[in-house]
């Protein structure tokens, strides 16, 4: 049975940082894609970043390039999502998936097969 478990969501203040874990049972971890999106309340899922199997090549949403860093541990089975210099406009419901595409970051929702429950990451301005 496949579970993506979320963890280090919360309530921060505008500027502020948050490191969001995920930890992955029941897949093979190193040969899989580890990804992270998100819902704000109304809108559709995004993508926000995501990290081949091998760790090696990583891809970012525009509107987080250079504030948030993806890294993978496949020691561990764990994918995290450091998030720095956050905004109002971050505030959604975070999600880790994982994708059967080796070599890929992919951005693509169709490209995840497994999803997590989700953490809330609320931003106060």
């Known amino acids: 049975q496949v579970q993506l478990v979320e963890s280090g969501g919360g309530l921060v203040q505008a500027g502020g940082s948050l490191r969001l874990s995920c930890a992955a049972s029941?897949?093979?971890?190193?040969?899989?894609?580890m990804g992270w999106f998100r819902q704000a309340a109304g809108k559709e899922r995004e993508f926000v970043a995501a990290v081949a199997n091998s760790g090696g090549g990583t891809d970012y949403a525009d509107s987080v390039k250079g504030r948030f860093t993806i890294s993978r541990d496949n020691a561990k089975n764990t994918v995290s999502l450091q998030m720095n210099n956050l905004q109002p406009e971050d505030s959604a419901v975070y999600y880790c998936?994982?994708?059967?595409?080796?070599?890929?970051?992919?951005?693509?929702?169709?490209?995840?097969?497994?999803w997590g429950q989700g953490t809330q990451v609320t931003v106060s301005s």
């Open positions: 998936s994982t994708s059967p595409r080796l070599y890929s970051a992919s951005r693509y929702l169709v490209d995840y097969d497994y």
């Open positions: 029941g897949i093979r971890f190193s040969s899989r894609g």
